[in-house]
């Protein structure tokens, strides 16, 4: 499965962006750039005069996503294609308090804020709240599936699920739902791209405008009058810190929270429902001892992450393994890669619910300061769709011929184009 032309990493590593083929299925030829070195730098700079590494071990992986003060996250104007960062405040008649950056790309003291209101979101005693509402709406889709053999995974469930679950915990609105599909496509199929499109460009500037006019909405209805929503509560505790609300900061931050809940989660259910279908053995064993899910969630990030790599700007020089990586340059953090180091994980390609390892060396959901906020409820959402699935089908296979699980083109994201799943109705139950 892994093999590939000696040739291959050679011909790739001329200049980003690699091919479309090897973004599509970059596995191969990430091994053999680790073989190669796991701090493996282009042949050319990027468009701007950048060097760029690509970074396949685990160990550098894990040591640049935990350093942030020496590789950051804005990487406006230092890589085409990653603009995000760069976007203009959506009200600039409106004073901010905060930088613009949304979450993901902020740093030091902004970060830290900004990471604060998120925790707020995923507390314990809310996540505990929204279950029984997940668990809910999780029984609604299948029960829509009624009693057909087949499923079309992602369009009659895993597309829909994350965005019910938003709609949940943040309280939104119907009108909210297309708008915020049309921005997670636009980001999802451009980012990172060095050849979008003007056309792609205005598409994707009006998408993140009608969400950013829907935030602000929300926003000053809130604060007008509040409820125990996450949106009151955000409101109330940036005005108690600030002094006047900040539409700015608050609606990209929404954004953020909205995409990452969308997109990333859709792909993570689909690729557990995937990986849960080819392996009926596996099924009987998760129904007889369930605590084993959490497991199987862990070996099915590990294999499948939905975002393959993260960038990082070197902000200072700095030694990673045995290069120093001179500042300025763009690191292409693979962590398809590093969750596939044989150093770290013996047999890597094999999905083994025996692993003895802490959760935090598979860097799916990142390290350092800036891991996935949203993990918790990630999991148990995954938690919840595999429970469900196997307490209801006796059996789930995957439609061979139907599903395409090679994922659709995309520059920072993984999500299989069609899974097709086989049902069978027979009521098996799950243990405990």
């Not at 990209?252 to 080819?278: N, S």
Request: glycine share 6%; hydrophobic share 40%.
């Amino acid at each position: 499965m892994l093999e590939v032309e000696e040739d291959c990493v050679t011909e790739e590593m001329s200049q980003w962006p690699i091919s479309k083929e090897t973004v599509r299925c970059p596995f191969a030829f990430m091994a053999q750039a680790r073989n190669k070195d796991p701090v493996l730098r282009f042949d050319k700079p990027n468009e701007l005069g950048r060097p760029m590494y690509l970074v396949t071990g685990q160990r550098e992986c894990a040591f640049i996503l935990s350093h942030q003060r020496e590789f950051g996250s804005d990487l406006a104007g230092a890589m085409p294609g990653f603009d995000k960062s760069a976007v203009p405040l959506p009200f600039p008649e409106v004073p901010s308090f905060h930088e613009k950056s949304v979450i993901f790309f902020a740093g030091g003291d902004d970060h830290r804020i900004k990471r604060k209101w998120s925790m707020e979101l995923i507390s314990r005693s809310r996540v505990n709240a929204w279950r029984p509402l997940i668990e809910a709406r999780t029984d609604e889709l299948l029960d829509q599936l009624g009693e057909q053999n087949t499923c079309d995974f992602r369009r009659e469930f895993s597309d829909i699920l994350p965005v019910d679950i938003l709609k949940i915990i943040l309280e939104l609105p119907e009108e909210a739902v297309p708008i915020l599909r049309r921005v997670s496509l636009a980001i999802a199929t451009t980012d990172v791209d060095p050849n979008i499109t003007d056309e792609q460009k205005a598409d994707k500037a009006q998408a993140f405008a009608d969400l950013f006019a829907l935030n602000r909405r929300m926003l000053e209805q809130r604060f007008a009058e509040p409820g125990n929503d996450y949106i009151s509560s955000l409101a109330r505790t940036q005005v108690e810190q600030d002094g006047a609300l900040d539409v700015n900061a608050l609606s990209i931050h929404l954004q953020g929270i909205m995409f990452g809940g969308d997109h990333a989660v859709g792909a993570f259910l689909a690729y557990l429902l995937t990986e849960l279908a080819r392996r009926p053995e596996l099924q009987q064993k998760l129904r007889a001892q369930p605590e084993l899910i959490e497991h199987f969630i862990d070996e099915t990030l590990r294999l499948n992450p939905p975002l393959p790599w993260l960038f990082r700007h070197c902000e200072i020089e700095t030694q990673v393994g045995d290069h120093l990586i001179p500042a300025g340059s763009i690191m292409i953090v693979a962590m398809a890669a590093a969750n596939r180091d044989p150093a770290q994980f013996p047999s890597p390609e094999s999905f083994s619910l025996e692993r003895k390892h802490p959760a935090h060396e598979i860097l799916t959901l990142g390290r350092g300061v800036h891991r996935c906020v949203g993990e918790p409820l990630a999991r148990a959402v995954g938690a919840i769709v595999v429970q469900r699935m196997l307490s209801r089908f006796s059996g789930i296979a995957l439609d061979e011929q139907k599903s395409v699980i090679t994922p659709e083109l995309s520059y920072q994201f993984r999500c299989p184009q069609e899974v097709h799943l086989l049902l069978d109705h027979s009521r098996a139950g799950i243990s405990g």
